[in-house]
């Protein structure tokens, strides 16, 4: 209501209408009044009336005259601050008439922008500077708007030359020449536009990156809640932990799992006091084999140099500690069998080379008197060497057999 009495036209014809209610009874009583003291005839009152209302015309017409003059001033300046700021703007802006679907006008910049003069625009088909998609959307658009008085949207236009360009549109309606139009005001978009393709193709390319590893990496924020992860670490905690994890999600709230320790919060919390650094962890999987992990925690900063949260990333060498393993007990078993050579076979081929020197540096009869006990003692020998080899070959088909446990 207070937005209808503001309008110029509508407080305009109040006051009149209340400037003429009270002029009438005010100068209707002051003439009855000066009637009945004068003792004034009829024809005479009559030509008083005339004359008051005359002078209400004169009046009122030179005051609605006045109203009527500024506002038209106001109107025409405003109308020119309007044409100024069309012709002089740097951004394109044409004037559509919506029956006809054409350009009425543009200004300076969209001629130089689109390469055409004013005089080929006035009366142009949007259609010859609009590709045939954006066309149609632009007249879906403007019919499903139909009764707004402002609207925007991104439509491509072309140049002389052809090369199509992305604008974001602002339009408003508009009664030009008692034609309903709408003016739009075109910003070019296309470096902005390619910007932003190229950063989502690189995006894109990262995120494949990402997720193409078997690398589990996820981000936490200091409040220990998922930011971002690849699908390694989803697939992998769902697979030991039975979770479905989702961004905004903690992982220290989830029941039955390790993740929740405080083991695994102190070595974040390392990350968030700006310490980097790689660790490795044992865990087990659902079938209650052990696997392992090196995990390297890094803190995350803002522009500011502020710490944010902590990236971790995952890498599963389960694989590296099993062939370590191997490797470690294969040195032990070749240790084992060094030990053996240099210990116990000693003693046995001690024995044989004693016992062989004794017969050959005995004379005939001592030779015949000793020969059985000297054969029994060589036989012994023998048989103690060949428990050994037998040891030794034993442990060396034990290497031979850890070999084939080496992961591939």
């Known amino acids: 209501m207070k937005a209808f009495i503001k309008k110029p036209e509508v407080w305009t014809t109040l006051i009149y209408l209340i400037s003429g209610f009270v002029w009438i009874i005010l100068s209707d009583a002051l003439l009855e009044e000066l009637a009945l003291n004068n003792k004034m005839d009829i024809r005479k009152i009559q030509s008083i009336q005339v004359w008051k209302g005359t002078f209400y015309v004169v009046i009122t017409g030179i005051i609605l005259f006045y109203l009527l003059h500024q506002y038209f001033k106001r109107l025409d300046k405003a109308v020119f601050h309007a044409r100024e700021l069309f012709e002089r703007s740097p951004n394109s802006m044409m004037v559509f008439d919506m029956e006809t679907i054409s350009i009425i006008q543009a200004n300076e910049a969209a001629s130089k922008k689109y390469g055409h003069s004013l005089k080929n625009f006035a009366g142009m088909p949007i259609h010859h500077i609009m590709p045939e998609e954006d066309y149609f959307l632009l007249k879906r658009s403007l019919e499903s708007a139909k009764g707004s008085l402002k609207g925007e949207g991104e439509w491509k236009l072309k140049l002389q030359s052809g090369t199509k360009i992305t604008n974001h549109a602002f339009w408003s309606t508009i009664d030009y020449n008692r034609k309903n139009c709408r003016i739009f005001t075109f910003i070019d978009i296309t470096e902005k536009k390619e910007k932003e393709h190229k950063l989502w193709l690189q995006e894109q390319k990262q995120q494949a990156l990402i997720n193409n590893t078997k690398d589990?990496?996820?981000?936490?924020?200091?409040?220990?809640?998922?930011?971002?992860?690849?699908?390694?670490?989803?697939?992998?905690?769902?697979?030991?932990?039975?979770?479905?994890?989702?961004?905004?999600?903690?992982?220290?709230?989830?029941?039955?799992?390790?993740?929740?320790?405080?083991?695994?919060?102190?070595?974040?919390?390392?990350?968030?006091?700006?310490?980097?650094?790689?660790?490795?962890?044992?865990?087990?999987?659902?079938?209650?084999?052990?696997?392992?992990?090196?995990?390297?925690?890094?803190?995350?900063?803002?522009?500011?140099?502020?710490?944010?949260?902590?990236?971790?990333?995952?890498?599963?060498?389960?694989?590296?500690?099993?062939?370590?393993?191997?490797?470690?007990?294969?040195?032990?078993?070749?240790?084992?069998?060094?030990?053996?050579?240099?210990?116990?076979?000693?003693?046995?081929?001690?024995?044989?080379?004693?016992?062989?020197?004794?017969?050959?540096?005995?004379?005939?009869?001592?030779?015949?008197?000793?020969?059985?006990?000297?054969?029994?003692?060589?036989?012994?020998?023998?048989?103690?060497?060949?428990?050994?080899?037998?040891?030794?070959?034993?442990?060396?088909?034990k290497i031979e057999s850890d070999k084939q446990l080496l992961p591939k």
């Open 216 to 397: 589990q990496i996820w981000a936490l924020d200091k409040s220990f809640k998922l930011v971002s992860f690849n699908q390694a670490f989803l697939n992998g905690t769902k697979k030991i932990y039975g979770l479905n994890l989702k961004a905004g999600d903690s992982l220290f709230d989830q029941e039955e799992t390790v993740v929740r320790t405080q083991m695994w919060k102190g070595l974040f919390q390392r990350a968030f006091d700006g310490d980097s650094f790689s660790t490795e962890i044992e865990e087990t999987n659902p079938n209650g084999e052990k696997i392992f992990w090196e995990v390297s925690f890094n803190p995350i900063f803002t522009d500011n140099d502020d710490i944010e949260g902590a990236c971790c990333f995952v890498h599963d060498i389960t694989k590296r500690i099993e062939r370590e393993n191997v490797v470690i007990n294969q040195l032990k078993q070749l240790r084992e069998i060094a030990w053996i050579q240099s210990h116990k076979v000693r003693a046995p081929v001690a024995n044989i080379l004693g016992l062989a020197e004794m017969l050959k540096n005995a004379d005939e009869k001592e030779r015949a008197e000793q020969i059985d006990e000297m054969l029994n003692l060589i036989l012994l020998s023998a048989e103690q060497l060949d428990e050994i080899i037998q040891e030794v070959v034993k442990l060396s088909h």
